[in-house]
């Protein structure tokens, strides 16, 4: 791209064009060998890790998974590397233009952990960071690691990094002055993700979520042990992967697009939100999405977000609202569990729908009553996947169910587990359509690296 048109666009975002010049190989590395030795952190780094991981460096190894202890993860095909030196000028001004344009929303929307954040971790440059020193800062500070890799990983591996608090992160960089985008990229990994490691409650979320993957995976796998027949076996499969969904949700609506309380106002923490300044504002000021309060600690409030649907390809128009970050740390492996589990035996709910019971900060303008999925299923009214998806599901389950309707109308469940009877007369004569047969959305790491 033509120099004079990139010096347009830095200083269309207030930048300053000659500032967008990385480090030189030389600078950078004496900068890493004078944080190696860091001996005021959380986490020092044992010289045995250190000297080979900075003799690596200066060797000019490309930097592909973090190496300063004992653990470590197999990416297998989705290994991938940073070329530092390979960044185009193009590629360093779209991540000034991301934390320029990030700079003038946070400090308005932003929770205060992630405004600090950005100095621990020393993100908030001009240039692309270099992974070999965020690492190490990041280690450091945290004991987590980056793990590269090179597009969106598949739910399990994503999660398997998690537990042994490894964090996937993409080398690309978005194009110029792109505000949303459904792949993670350095700005969604490192300008979203990164900073909120510093609230030790995310990062500890983030891990027992992965612990709670491999839970899940070792059921799935004593199961799979004892049964031979086919159909059974892909029956095994489904469920396990119906339940990583639904625990996959918590993380979303959380992790990636949490909203929190701080001194009575709302603040976002969700890295799918605070890597898009548009999303920023959006997810706090606009009129369009809901916004939920919940309490994390609830078993009720958790299995709200478990059965909840979403949809990646645009901003969200449900939003849930924590009411304090301490209450996160409810969030342990086994109940993540446990609520997936409830969530497969009861109706669902699209990104639109306001419940009964719902503590609503917000009514979003496309909110829908619960029942108005199915009304729009039936007139052949599409309005989005998600509420199709979980229209279809839900009739699905009705049509189905026996025994456990008594259960819940003793739950916050019970005015929203019937829907009218034309309705399920109405499925009962159309479930054998093709367009009824829709499959559980695709298990894929969401938004994040
Ligand atoms: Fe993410």
Same mark, same amino acid.
């Given at each position: 791209?033509?120099?004079?048109?990139?010096?347009? $666009?830095?200083?269309?975002?207030?930048?300053?064009?000659?500032?967008?010049?990385?480090?030189?190989?030389?600078?950078?590395?004496?900068? &890493?060998?004078?944080?190696?030795?860091?001996?005021?952190?959380?986490?020092?780094?044992?010289?045995?890790?250190?000297?080979?991981?900075?003799?690596?460096?200066?060797?000019?190894?490309?930097?592909?998974?973090? %190496?300063?202890?004992?653990?470590?993860?197999? &990416?297998?095909?989705?290994?991938?590397?940073?070329?530092?030196?390979?960044?185009?000028?193009?590629?360093?001004? %779209?991540?000034?233009?991301?934390?320029?344009?990030?700079?003038?929303?946070?400090?308005?929307?932003?929770?205060?952990?992630?405004?600090?954040?950005?100095?621990?971790?020393?993100?908030?440059?001009?240039? $692309?960071?270099?992974?070999?020193?965020?690492?190490?800062? +990041?280690?450091?500070?945290?004991?987590?690691?980056?793990?590269?890799?090179?597009?969106?990983?598949?739910?399990?591996?994503?999660?398997?990094?998690?537990?042994?608090?490894?964090?996937?992160?993409?080398?690309?960089?978005?194009?110029?002055?792109?505000?949303?985008?459904?792949?993670?990229? +350095?700005?969604?990994?490192?300008?979203?993700?990164?900073?909120?490691?510093?609230?030790?409650?995310?990062?500890?979320?983030?891990?027992?979520?992965?612990?709670?993957?491999?839970? $899940?995976?070792?059921?799935?796998?004593?199961?799979?042990?004892?049964?031979?027949?086919?159909?059974?076996?892909?029956?095994?499969?489904?469920?396990?992967?119906?339940?990583? &969904?639904?625990?996959?949700? +918590?993380?979303?609506?959380?992790?990636?697009?949490?909203?929190?309380?701080?001194?009575?106002?709302?603040?976002?923490? !969700?890295?799918?939100?605070?890597? %898009?300044? !548009?999303?920023?504002?959006?997810?706090?000021? %606009?009129?369009?999405?809901?916004?939920?309060?919940?309490?994390?600690?609830?078993?009720?409030?958790?299995?709200?977000?478990? =059965?909840?649907?979403?949809?990646?390809?645009?901003?969200?128009?449900?939003?849930?609202?924590?009411?304090?970050?301490?209450?996160?740390?409810?969030?342990?492996?086994?109940?993540?569990?446990?609520?997936?589990?409830?969530?497969?035996?009861?109706?669902?709910?699209?990104?639109?729908? $306001?419940?009964?019971?719902?503590?609503?900060?917000?009514?979003?303008?496309?909110?829908?009553?619960?029942?108005?999925?199915?009304?729009?299923?039936?007139?052949?009214?599409?309005?989005?996947?998600?509420?199709?998806?979980?229209?279809?599901?839900?009739?699905?389950?009705?049509?189905?169910?026996?025994?456990? !309707?008594?259960?819940?109308?003793? =739950?916050?469940?019970?005015?929203?587990?019937?829907?009218?009877?034309?309705?399920?007369?109405?499925?009962?004569?159309?479930?054998?359509?093709?367009?009824?047969?829709?499959?559980?959305?695709?298990?894929?790491?969401?938004?994040?690296?």
């Amino acid at each position: 791209m033509d120099r004079q048109w990139m010096s347009q $666009i830095a200083a269309r975002h207030g930048i300053d064009w000659e500032s967008v010049v990385p480090l030189s190989r030389q600078q950078r590395l004496e900068l &890493l060998e004078r944080c190696l030795t860091r001996t005021d952190v959380p986490f020092p780094i044992d010289p045995r890790f250190g000297k080979p991981y900075l003799e690596a460096a200066k060797q000019g190894v490309p930097f592909a998974v973090g %190496s300063l202890c004992d653990d470590t993860v197999d &990416l297998g095909e989705y290994r991938n590397e940073q070329h530092y030196d390979r960044y185009t000028p193009e590629e360093h001004l %779209s991540w000034a233009v991301l934390v320029a344009e990030q700079q003038k929303t946070k400090h308005q929307y932003a929770c205060r952990e992630y405004l600090a954040g950005e100095d621990t971790f020393e993100i908030g440059g001009a240039v $692309i960071p270099d992974y070999y020193l965020l690492n190490a800062r +990041i280690y450091q500070q945290t004991g987590w690691q980056l793990a590269t890799v090179n597009m969106i990983i598949p739910a399990e591996l994503f999660f398997t990094c998690h537990s042994q608090r490894f964090f996937p992160v993409t080398t690309f960089m978005r194009a110029l002055e792109q505000d949303y985008l459904q792949e993670p990229d +350095i700005g969604h990994d490192v300008a979203g993700h990164v900073s909120t490691f510093t609230i030790p409650v995310v990062a500890h979320v983030m891990q027992n979520h992965g612990v709670a993957r491999n839970l $899940i995976y070792e059921e799935r796998a004593a199961e799979l042990e004892k049964e031979t027949d086919e159909n059974r076996r892909s029956k095994i499969m489904r469920r396990a992967d119906e339940l990583l &969904l639904y625990a996959e949700r +918590i993380y979303w609506f959380t992790v990636e697009f949490g909203l929190v309380l701080q001194n009575g106002e709302t603040r976002a923490f !969700g890295a799918g939100i605070l890597s %898009s300044p !548009g999303e920023t504002i959006f997810s706090i000021d %606009s009129p369009i999405p809901n916004r939920i309060l919940i309490d994390p600690s609830q078993d009720k409030d958790l299995l709200r977000l478990a =059965t909840t649907d979403y949809l990646i390809s645009e901003y969200q128009k449900t939003y849930f609202v924590t009411e304090r970050f301490d209450l996160l740390e409810t969030l342990t492996p086994e109940r993540i569990v446990a609520t997936a589990k409830t969530a497969s035996r009861l109706p669902h709910f699209s990104w639109r729908d $306001i419940v009964p019971g719902d503590r609503v900060l917000h009514v979003g303008q496309t909110a829908v009553s619960t029942n108005e999925k199915y009304f729009r299923l039936m007139a052949d009214v599409r309005c989005d996947d998600c509420l199709t998806r979980t229209a279809i599901r839900n009739l699905r389950w009705f049509h189905r169910r026996s025994s456990d !309707g008594s259960e819940l109308s003793q =739950t916050w469940y019970g005015p929203v587990a019937s829907v009218p009877e034309r309705v399920l007369q109405w499925y009962a004569q159309h479930q054998s359509d093709s367009e009824l047969q829709v499959p559980l959305r695709p298990l894929s790491e969401p938004a994040g690296g």
